[in-house]
């Protein structure tokens, strides 16, 4: 009879079992610390721009060009919201003013910001359905923030913003619901928004991941407070008109116009 090979080696058999055990004993040991420490990536930190240095962004939007008719809104699918006006409700996609300027312009600040990460606020930002219409019709807000939805009406009306990088959502809210609260959690801009039920219902969000946005108001103009020093593009989007940029550099404890137009199309 041959004898059993396996016998020739007793030493070395010996010595890759213990190293095949100890291979094991510590990949098994690495895989239960890592468990229980349960680590977790640091978070990055908060940006703060000193008080010292803080700078500010502001300007005016403008409209040139022959200045639109004002355009009649048919809501007569629904009484209560023809009676919320009086039988006239004119159409706010266009809103220039006495002098030219651009109101619901979303402005914010595109680049210069890279690197830098900002706290998220805790107030929340709301957006009110009455007089069906969405109020404000443009408006802005951080990655995370709350934004309240309220119903202020005394009909159903639907919020259905129709994001594509964020989630796409859409929730029916009657006379006296609840508030909703909803976040969105990249940026993007803009999110239109609509009413499934009153199809003239729109509103325009900007999410965006910093804090250095604004609508203009009426008059077209608009402020970008608490900058840090640096060079910026400023960015203008409007929902019929398009974008308009422009480059502004700003120094300590300085401030610096940012003015932009639009031309009729």
Partial sequence: MK???LFRYPAALLIASSLLYGCKSNSVETTQSSAKTGAVPAAEPVYTVDPAVATT????????GAKPKPQLVDMSSDPTCVAAHKG???DESLVVGAKG???????????GLEGKHFATPTAAVTIDQAGCWFRPRVLGLQVGQTLNVVNSDPVTHNIHPMAMVNREWNHSQG????????????QEIMIPVKCNIHDWMHAFIGVVDHPYFATT??????????????????????????????????TASGKAMANLTFAAK
């Fill in 3 to 5: 004898p059993n090979p």
């Fill in 57 to 64: 962004i502001l300007g005016t939007v403008r409209y040139t």
């Fill in 88 to 90: 006239k409700a004119y």
């Fill in 101 to 111: 300027g651009l109101g619901n312009v979303f402005v914010y600040i595109e680049k």
């Fill in 175 to 186: 006379p006296g619901d609840p508030v909703m609260h909803r976040t969105f959690t990249k």
């Fill in 217 to 250: 108001k009426d008059d077209g103009s608009f402020t970008l407070p608490d900058l840090p020093p640096g060079t910026y593009t400023v960015t203008a989007w409007h929902e019929t008109l398009g974008r308009q940029s422009i480059t502004v550099t700003v």
